[in-house]
């Protein structure tokens, strides 16, 4: 069984609902004859006003995407060893990927300058399972037995890569490929961890009356 999701979504720019808040009501969403948006102190300048951004600009120049990839999926095979003993395993699996862009233009910004990053992270969950079990009458008696194992592993992997703020060639190319790429702005990381158990249970009925169960479990972590 298989279940794959793939979401594309497009994000507010940060601050942008604070900055129509902040803005007073007479501010144009018209861009000025030059290409700007026109901002709080164009208007006002005998008093100190918030020179943030337009939230027009904010909405028509911030570029933020996600593209998120989600995969559960399970597969599993069963067979009769001999008439009284099954096995029973499966695999299963958990997939997760994302790729974050960001870019704001110059009118977005408050300083006027162009910024942008882009991330990515990935996450494997694999999972294992096996079962053996067992029963078996005898007259009054009956006993029934499970033995098994769980293997699971994960993975996830992440990277960041930002710009240094005003040093896009242009604005057209909005990727990082067109900026200086900002090194106090750049992270990478991994991790995994694995868990493995093996587990037990027997059961006995002596007509279906009297019932006789143990179990035992063991598990090991490398969290």
Do not use: C
């Not at 609902?17 to 026109?38: A, C, T, W």
């Not at 110059?106 to 882009?118: H, K």
Request: aromatic letters at 10%; a neutral charge.
């Amino acid at each position: 069984m298989l279940s794959p999701q793939y979401n594309h979504r497009s994000l507010p720019a940060a601050g942008a609902i604070q900055n129509m808040v902040k803005m007073p009501p007479f501010l144009s969403p018209h861009r000025n004859e030059d290409g700007s948006y026109p901002r709080a102190p164009d208007y006002v300048t005998h008093v100190t006003v918030s020179a943030g951004a337009n939230p027009m600009a904010m909405a028509d120049e911030s570029h933020y995407y996600d593209h998120i990839f989600n995969n559960n999926g399970e597969f599993y095979l069963s067979a009769n060893i001999l008439d009284n003993l099954t096995i029973r395993s499966s695999v299963g699996a958990r997939l997760r990927y994302v790729e974050s862009e960001r870019f704001a233009g110059s009118e977005a910004n408050s300083n006027r300058q162009a910024s942008g990053s882009e991330s990515r992270s990935r996450l494997i969950n694999l999972i294992n399972e096996n079962i053996l079990t067992y029963q078996e009458s005898f007259g009054s008696h009956e006993v029934r037995g499970l033995r098994g194992s769980s293997f699971q592993h994960q993975g996830t992997w992440n990277n960041s890569i930002g710009t240094v703020t005003g040093s896009y060639s242009n604005e057209t190319i909005r990727t990082i490929n067109n900026a200086v790429v900002n090194p106090t702005a750049t992270s990478s990381s991994k991790s995994q961890w694995g868990l493995a158990s093996y587990f037990g249970r027997v059961n006995y009925d002596y007509e279906s009356r009297y019932l006789l169960s143990g179990s035992i479990r063991t598990d090991g972590s490398s969290r």
